[in-house]
């Protein structure tokens, strides 16, 4: 049996454990309640942006190149932190498998160094991308000139973004996207049957990049969210199952205490007993 000075550094050993995970819950669940909040305020202007790129579809978004290569844009979002359960492990073997299925070999844009700590595993060349753990508008807008660049200029054949969908607090579910070119809505109304002055191009270009951007700020909002909530969820799990093994080590302690003391008196018992007769 451990000693009681082993159970004791065991239980500080726990506390600590079970402090910092509580630390770390508290942060993710306020980082979470602001990008709950911002998803909740274009919630509705994300729906309006979607049926608009829907309805134009990839007719807007014209390319300069003559050449374009027959390979995907792969931009795929992943963390670059542990201490959030099983959204590291799905998401990149979900990248992986996607990578696999590759005819030709992708041009690959990487967030998170979980993600890039896999590409370098596996000798992939990939550029490493980067924003804030709570992204701005800014960080959407220089991403969506980086796809768009991309994609005008026929490095790529098409954008598409690989990563965590946030469903809701407890779930988040492993997605791939095509973002560029965004597909046609299949509905009555064309696009192509309206009129537009000067032109088609001219009038919806600004509209659409607008759309554009926010369906990747949306995407990059959900994809933080679920980290957070992740994190949130692992580290109460976290808290819980500290808050378990503290109590029995107390109570274990507690009756190795009570028994020395108990063995303590019968010792002093048995000798005075036997020197006063």
């Known amino acids: 049996m451990a000693t009681l000075q082993t159970l004791r550094k065991r239980l500080k050993s726990i506390q600590a454990t079970a402090d910092m995970a509580s630390a770390l819950r508290t942060a993710s669940s306020v980082k979470y ?15 309006v942006c979607d049926d608009t790129l829907a309805l134009f579809g990839g007719d807007v978004f014209k390319r ?11 931009v795929v979002f992943t963390n670059s932190r542990g201490f959030c359960g099983g959204f590291n492990s799905e998401i990149l073997k979900f990248f992986e498998s996607c990578y696999l299925q590759e005819s030709e070999q992708p041009l690959l844009l990487v967030f998170g ?25 800014t960080d959407a807008e220089v991403l ?28 988040q ?16 109304l064309d696009a192509r049957e309206m009129l537009f002055l000067p032109d088609m191009e001219t009038a919806v270009y600004a509209p659409s990049m607008y759309c554009l951007t926010n369906s990747v700020y949306r995407i990059m909002l959900g994809h933080c969210a679920g980290i957070q909530a992740a994190t949130t969820i692992a580290m109460r799990n976290a808290c819980d199952n500290a808050e378990e093994s503290i109590a029995k080590l107390e109570t274990l302690i507690n009756r190795i205490r009570q028994a020395e003391v108990t063995n303590s008196v019968i010792e002093t018992s048995s000798f005075l007993a036997g020197h006063f007769e």
């Not at 309640?33 to 729906?47: G, M, P």
């Open 144 to 171: 969506t000139k980086k796809i768009f660049d991309i994609y005008a200029s026929g490095e790529a054949d098409r954008i598409e973004f690989i990563y965590q969908r946030f469903d809701n607090m407890m779930r």
């Open 113 to 137: 160094q979980k993600g890039i700590a896999l590409c370098q595993t596996n000798a992939w060349d990939f550029e490493e991308m980067s924003f804030r753990e709570i992204p701005s508008y």
């Open 33 to 47: 309640a602001r990008i709950s909040r911002e998803l909740a305020n274009i919630e509705v202007y994300s729906k």
């Open 64 to 74: 300069s190149a003559k050449e374009i290569k027959p390979r995907n844009c792969l």
């Open 173 to 188: 579910t492993p997605t791939r996207d095509v973002m560029l070119p965004h597909p046609q809505k299949d509905d009555s």
